[in-house]
């Protein structure tokens, strides 16, 4: 099961920290209101209500406007994290939106390039960078527990960093409606140690052997 409250990697991490941020600040507001709601009940009806009016105008503005700019804060600075530029040594994975499936194409330096559909796999503890296509209409690439969603954009190409944290099999979809067959674009990701990745690699990129039976 992939959550995005159950992060596996970065910067999933950050985004679950933004969101339990963001639910403390709403029980913040929401508590500010309430209280101002009995304090206008229980004031006084005559003298002090051009008083009170002015305590209430002051109190409504000033904390939801104190809360969200703090919100707001913590939100942008989670933006350099995500968009930084990849390091020299980062796995490339190319991911193209289909009508309705994903083709998943891995660029490595010292192997063949493969192709695979709707599933990939990923070495623990190292960064990779998904180039992100379509051709066709907008698709939304998302996998909860790894990061944040990034459109696919037809004619540009979007980049998306990502490092797993731990291993595991994490589910994958389109965040965006892209067509009557949307619900089946899904996908795998499994994240393992790197001597499995290495080893998964040489298997997908090794030359078939023809048999010598007729």
Request: charged residues 15%; proline residues 7%; positive net charge.
């Amino acid at each position: 099961m992939s959550s995005a409250l159950n992060p596996a990697g970065s910067p999933a991490d950050g985004i679950a920290v933004l969101f339990w941020w963001m639910a403390a600040g709403a029980v913040l507001i929401w508590i500010g209101v309430l209280a101002l709601a009995i304090y206008a009940v229980r004031a006084a009806p005559n003298e002090a209500r051009e008083h009170q009016a002015k305590r209430l105008i002051l109190a409504g503005a000033a904390i939801p406007t104190v809360v969200l700019a703090v919100l707001l804060a913590y939100g942008l600075l989670l933006l350099p994290r995500m968009l930084q530029p990849a390091a020299p040594d980062t796995l490339r994975v190319r991911v193209q939106g289909e009508q309705w499936w994903w083709r998943i194409r891995y660029q490595l330096p010292d192997a063949p390039a493969f192709v695979l559909a709707n599933e990939i796999r990923l070495p623990v503890g190292r960064q990779v960078e998904f180039l992100l296509e379509s051709d066709n209409v907008i698709h939304s690439f998302w996998v909860p527990s790894l990061g944040g969603k990034m459109d696919l954009i037809p004619g540009r190409t979007n980049r998306l960093l990502l490092r797993p944290t731990r291993t595991g099999t994490f589910a994958g979809m389109c965040a965006e409606f892209c067509g009557r067959a949307h619900a089946t674009m899904r996908l795998t990701v499994i994240v393992v140690p790197e001597d499995d990745f290495d080893r998964w690699v040489a298997a997908q990129t090794a030359v078939p052997v023809a048999s010598a039976t007729p």
